[in-house]
């Protein structure tokens, strides 16, 4: 299965990937620069966590790899592959509606906690990448 060996780079469209869950110790990149933001990747089997200037904005657990992440005003986009199912949290906006697409199938709505949290589980596994996009109506 595909991993980011670098734990996290920058991608030739602009997005960037990371998370490598085949490691066995906790690793992290600190002050990536993209876009004039600065990332902060933390990965190994149990988790990977994604922050962005100090902020949180992706976690896994187990740790996944995560490909092409896209983020735009209304929504934001990913590959995601990892050994076995994972929760994901996105940190989007508070209390606010989302539609939830994985491989361009409509998973329905889903709301936003109060802080801004949304929760997703997937079955991951046999060298399968799930293509993931929410969109805030």
């Known amino acids: 299965m595909a991993v980011v060996e670098e734990l996290i780079r920058k991608e030739s469209d602009g997005t960037i990937s990371f998370g490598n869950y085949e490691l066995d110790v906790k690793s992290k990149a600190s002050d990536f620069?993209?876009?004039g933001d600065?990332?902060?990747v933390k990965t190994f089997q149990e988790i990977t966590?994604?922050?962005k200037n100090g902020m949180f904005v992706y976690e896994s657990v187990p740790g996944t790899a995560v490909f092409h992440m896209d983020?735009?005003?209304n929504q934001i986009s990913f590959e995601v592959s990892g050994k076995?199912?994972?929760?994901?949290?996105?940190?989007?906006?508070?209390?606010?509606?989302?539609?939830i697409y994985k491989n361009d199938s409509n998973l329905g709505k889903m709301k936003t906690n109060l802080g801004g949290k949304l929760v997703l589980s997937l079955e991951l596994g046999d060298d399968e990448m799930d293509y993931i996009k929410v969109v805030k109506l």
């Open 33 to 35: 620069e993209h876009q």
């Open 38 to 40: 600065l990332f902060k």
């Open 49 to 51: 966590k994604l922050e």
């Open 71 to 73: 983020t735009k005003d």
């Open 84 to 99: 076995e199912s994972a929760q994901i949290t996105l940190e989007l906006e508070a209390e606010k509606e989302y539609e």
